[in-house]
């Protein structure tokens, strides 16, 4: 079945523990993509890739790291996560249309 | 800078006809998007636009107008499922996707 795959689904960190989010896709994709949902703001666009060692900033990309060594998984990092990057954090990828298929989320809490 | 408007909220009927406006400001502007997510899901993919004109797909088509630069959803046929937000996005020619903050679909019986 052709999916993009999270995990965690739901993670409760404290202020300043590294915690890394993976992000995984079947569909030989190259174009993925991370975004937050917050009330109110819709989605954000944090970081995308067009390919492999290829990354780019999104609107919101402060506080985040992103990496593509391989084209099915583009992890996203939090290096000393804060409150203010609690969330719902979705993960996409697309091919050559604009037809993104997202991830089913992660709920992140940052105490 | 780049920014989406689409209306908060639209309520309708069972069995009527709805329309979700978004106009968008964008440079290098590539195509528009519309999403679907019911709580607590995902978004989904519905239509995407390129060209100026209407695209069809079952109950439900997208209108671009680039001169304007306004598109819409057109929901037909509304059933209770079709409750959800509906998000336009922009793609750029730097590859940057930019969601609009959604529309609420309220669905009365």
């Known amino acids: 079945e052709a999916q993009v795959t999270q995990n965690p689904r739901y993670l409760i960190t404290v202020t300043g523990k590294k915690l890394t989010v993976t992000c995984s896709q079947n569909m030989n994709h190259e174009y993925m993509s991370w975004y937050r949902q917050d009330p109110g703001l819709g989605l954000r666009q944090i970081y995308y890739s067009m390919n492999v060692e290829v990354t780019d900033k999104g609107d919101v990309p402060e506080g985040y790291k992103v990496s593509r060594k391989e084209k099915r998984n583009f992890p996203l990092i939090l290096e000393s996560p804060s409150p203010n990057q609690t969330s719902l954090y979705f993960c996409a990828s697309r091919a050559n249309t604009d037809t993104q298929y997202f991830g089913p989320g992660t709920r992140l809490t940052v105490l | 800078g780049q920014s989406l408007e689409q209306p908060s909220e639209v309520t309708a009927v069972e069995g009527a006809i709805v329309q979700i406006n978004c106009t968008y400001q964008t440079s290098g502007f590539y195509g528009l998007s519309w999403y679907q997510q019911h709580d607590g899901g995902a978004p989904t993919f519905l239509s995407y636009?390129?060209?100026?004109g209407l695209e069809e797909t079952g109950r439900f088509s997208s209108f671009l107008s680039r001169s304007d630069s306004y598109g819409y959803l057109l929901l037909q046929e509304l059933q209770m499922k079709d409750s959800a937000s509906y998000f336009c996005a922009v793609s750029n020619r730097d590859d940057k996707i930019i969601f609009g903050k959604g529309t609420r679909l309220h669905i009365l019986p």
């Open positions: 636009n390129a060209l100026d």
